[in-house]
Nanobody, 119 residues
Framework: QVQLVESGGGLVQAGESLRLSCAASGSSFSIATMGWYRQAPGKQRELVALINSGGSTNYADSVKGRFTISRDNAKKTVYLQMNSLKPEDTAVYYC?????????????WGQGTQVTVSS
């Protein structure tokens, strides 16, 4: 069973930085694709960044150049470094682990961490 625990959220002013962490349990972290998603009030959950098992990354256009996703397989942890934060980055941020299971995959989600950016 996989469990994900996010941390690092908080209240910051525009232009400041935060680093989110997501620690995973279980033995399959290194082969999983990890992602950060966010959901603002009244909006759908959206992809922020992905990193696959080989370290390749993908970002939403809205965060390119400001956010960096990384992973530490030894610590079973994925990070999201968020710089130059804007009020529109305010949301609950969720970590997702996508685990390959032969011909299919399975998703696991964390409980979310609140990020609030004041102007």
């Amino acid at each position: 069973q996989v469990q994900l625990v996010e941390s690092g959220g908080g209240l910051v002013q525009a232009g400041e930085s935060l680093r989110l962490s997501c620690a995973a349990s279980g033995s399959s972290f290194s082969i999983a694709t990890m992602g950060w998603y966010r959901q603002a009030p009244g909006k759908q959950r959206e992809l922020v960044a992905l990193i696959n098992s080989g370290g390749s990354t993908n970002y939403a256009d809205s965060v390119k150049g400001r956010f960096t996703i990384s992973r530490d397989n030894a610590k079973k942890t994925v990070y999201l470094q968020m710089n130059s934060l804007k009020p529109e980055d305010t949301a609950v941020y969720y970590c997702k682990l996508n685990l390959p299971l032969g011909w299919t995959t399975r998703d696991y989600w964390g409980q979310g961490t609140q990020v609030t950016v004041s102007s």
